[in-house]
Every structure is written in structure tokens, then in C-alpha cells.
């Protein structure tokens, strides 16, 4: 029997920093821009690990999860293909620095996010401040 096709498995994690600050990467490889850490998950790996861990790749920090945000599933989120994202919000300490898939990793304020972003990643903060303001998670 065939394997099943489908989208890939992917993790986002929304950094947050003490100042009420936010991580974001610029981006190595196409797509070019900033955008949340995040990558595909391993073969073996729950995606919980696999947000600590390129968490940890991108910026050198080590994140504690604290929410699961929600999943995001548009086919047309990443033009390279179809992933289907488990986004979490977390907590660091420290400063970021650039490694792995991220050319550089900054911490900006909320009310300082550059712009564009990558992929759907604008509308993942949205979602998350408001989440993180009025506890509301968006509705499916």
C-alpha cells in the first residue's frame, strides 16, 4: 500500500522575552524575511520537542513552553508546500543569536515588529497578543 501524502508537520514558537519583547529570525534561505523560529518535525519527535529544539537552533535559547497557540493548516501558508504548523508560545531569558536556518535573531517590541513578515506568521503574532492580552484563542 502506498504512503499517504499530505501536508508536512511543522512547529512555530512565539519567543517571549522579559520587557514584553518577541523573538523573530531572519530567514538563511527562501522564503527571505523575519518570521518566528520554527522548522519541520523530525521522524520520531513529538512536536513539543521539536519546538524546544529549533527554538534552540535558531536562537541559542532555551525555551519553556507555555501554551499551545493553535494549529495552522492553510495550504497557502509556506509557498514551498503544504505544512501544517503546531504553534506554541514560550518563555526565554537571554538575548537570541542567529544560527542554523536564521541569518540573525533579534527580540522587538510588540509595538516594533518589522514588516513584511514570512508566511502567515503577521497574522500567528496577531493572534498570539491578542491571546496573550485577552486569553481568546481565535475560533476554527
Excluded: N, Q
Amino acid at each position: 500500500m502506498p504512503e499517504p501524502k499530505g501536508p508536512s508537520p511543522t512547529v512555530d514558537v512565539v519567543i517571549l522575552l522579559p520587557g514584553d519583547r518577541v523573538v523573530l529570525v531572519r530567514r538563511k534561505y527562501p522564503p527571505p524575511g523575519w518570521a518566528l523560529p520554527g522548522g519541520f518535525v523530525d521522524v520520531g519527535e513529538t512536536v513539543e520537542a521539536a519546538a524546544v529544539r529549533e527554538a534552540r537552533e535558531e536562537t541559542g535559547l532555551e525555551v519553556t513552553l507555555e501554551h499551545l497557540l493553535w494549529v495552522y493548516s492553510d495550504p497557502r501558508r509556506d509557498p514551498r508546500r503544504h505544512t501544517l504548523s503546531a504553534v506554541f508560545i514560550g518563555r526565554a531569558a537571554g538575548e537570541p543569536k542567529g544560527a542554523d536556518d536564521a541569518d540573525e535573531a533579534r527580540a522587538f517590541a510588540w509595538g516594533a515588529l518589522p514588516s513584511p513578515l514570512a508566511f502567515d506568521h503577521a497574522e500567528i503574532l496577531g493572534d498570539a497578543r491578542r491571546f496573550l492580552l485577552t486569553g481568546t484563542r481565535r475560533r476554527p
